[in-house]
C-alpha cells in the first residue's frame, strides 16, 4: 500500500514536471528586458527565448519573430534548444515505462520485474531533470554576467524571465519525483521466492515407516 502511494506521488510529481519542462521550452520569457539607469523607456518590453523573440507595446500589442538561422544563436541557446526537447522526450519515455511497470496495471506479471521497470522510469527522470537544469543555469549564468558587465550596454542587458523559474521547478520536480520512484519498490531477489516451511514428521508416519520394514 506504501509502495503504491509512493508511485502515484512521483509519477504525479514527474508528470508535472515533464509538462512544465514542455512550458517552459516553448515560452519566450528566458530573457527579459532591465529598465536601470540610462534606459528608462518603458514602452516597450523585449523578451528572448529559445524559438523567438517578441516585444511587446505598452498598448499590449505583441509582435514575435522566429529565429531566422539556428548557426547564428548563442552557444548557450543552441544547447538550451537540445537539452530541453531532449529533457521532454525523456520525460514521455518514463512515462511509459513507469505505466508498464505499475502495480495499477498488467502489463508486466512478475512483481519484481515491475519493480525493476519502475526504478529504470525514476532513473530517466532523474537524468531529464539533469538535462533541463543545465542549460538554466548556463543561461542565468550569463544573463547575470551582462548584466554586470560594465561593457555591455545598459539597452542590451537582460534579467531572468519567468520561463527560467518555470525550468526549475520542473526539474526539482523530476529529481525528486525520479528519486520517489527509485526507492518506492526496492526490488528483493528473495521476496521472489517464497518460503515453504516444511512440518517435521509426526509419530504415526514413524510408526508406519517401522512396520513397512517388518513387514518385508
Known sequence: ????????????????????????????????????????VVAQN?????????VVQSTGQMQCKMHDSVLALTTDLQTARALTVISAVLGVLALMITIAGAQCTNCISKDSLKAKVVNVGGVIYIIAGLFVLVPLCWMANNIISDFYDPQVPYAKKREIGAALYIGWAASAMLLVGGGIL????????KSSYPLQYVSPPTKNTSINVEYKQNYV
Request: with cysteine.
Open 1 to 40: 500500500m506504501i509502495s503504491a502511494c509512493l508511485e502515484i506521488i512521483g509519477l504525479g510529481l514527474s508528470v508535472t514536471g515533464t509538462l512544465l519542462v514542455m512550458v517552459a521550452c516553448g515560452l519566450p520569457m528566458w530573457k527579459v528586458s532591465a529598465f536601470i539607469e540610462g534606459n528608462i
Open 46 to 54: 523585449i523578451w528572448d527565448g529559445l524559438w523567438m523573440s517578441c
Open 182 to 189: 527509485c526507492f518506492s519498490r526496492p526490488h528483493d531477489e
